[in-house]
């Protein structure tokens, strides 16, 4: 396993894999994506309570799952290159980062969509909310901090920091309608113990998580080549490659 996770940290290796990956994750999405969108809409029952409104389920709970997914990932490869100094696992935590941004961009707007007609407002200041919120800045912290050295070794170690200061925010989003009274609707699916919610209804779910993980690992291989590619540009491989 060490021989493998070696052979990772070789810019050229970890560029050609994520070449070979991208077009399979992206396409293998494509297909789960679309079926979820008709089974959210269209195939399963409407709730009793929340009616029609609560179709938005499907695409607001996948993609605030991912968002913290995509920090706990960030975190980690930064802790990687931050401990055994792998200059692709830095490569990895900063093309992670705007996609992870991306998703908490979007889960904050389409909680402020599902809350309004529950709610009766857009936006209040509940525990999950907010922390999601401050995620949000720990993102923006992120990729404001690697964007702010000349030096990239300088700007990969302080990002890493930040990434890693960051993460004990994630467990506090995930338990925040747990620990604290929340106006937020609590865990149904993604919790200990069995789902609330009817089977019938379940399924979309699940095709819809799947499918954006493997929208995200696509995108991500995209980002990882260009990431590489920017740091290793002086490299001999570089030129045999473009």
């Known amino acids: 396993m060490w021989l493998w996770i070696h052979k990772l940290g070789s810019p050229p290796r970890a560029y ?9 994750l992206l396409w293998g999405s494509l297909p789960l994506l679309i079926s979820a969108a008709a089974g959210g809409l269209w195939l399963v029952p409407m709730d009793y309570q929340q009616k029609d409104a609560f179709r938005i389920f499907y695409v607001h709970v996948p993609i605030a799952a991912l968002s913290l ?43 402020s969509i599902w809350g309004r007609p529950m ?7 509940d525990v999950r909310v907010t922390t999601e919120t401050i995620m ?28 890693i200061v960051g993460s004990i925010n994630v467990p506090i989003v995930k338990y925040s309608v747990v620990w604290w009274n929340s106006l937020h609707q609590g865990a149904t699916v993604l919790k200990f113990g069995s789902p609330t919610m009817d089977r019938s209804m379940l399924w979309p779910f699940y095709v819809a998580m799947l499918g954006i993980l493997l929208y995200f690992a696509g995108v991500l291989c995209i980002r990882i080549r260009a990431e590489i590619l920017r740091r290793d540009r002086h490299a001999a491989w570089v030129a045999e490659v473009l």
């Open 16 to 24: 050609r894999l994520a070449e070979r990956l991208q077009r399979w």
């Open 69 to 111: 997914g995509a920090y706990m990932f960030l975190a980690v490869a930064a802790a990687v290159g931050l401990i055994w100094r792998m200059k692709v696992a830095y490569a990895v935590a900063a093309a992670a980062a705007p996609i992870g941004t991306v998703f908490t961009v979007l889960a904050l707007i389409t909680g």
């Open 119 to 125: 709610w009766g407002t857009w936006w209040v200041w």
């Open 136 to 163: 949000l800045f720990f993102y923006i912290g992120y990729l404001s901090l690697a964007a702010s050295f000349e030096d990239v070794s300088r700007a990969d170690r302080a990002a890493a920091l930040l990434a």
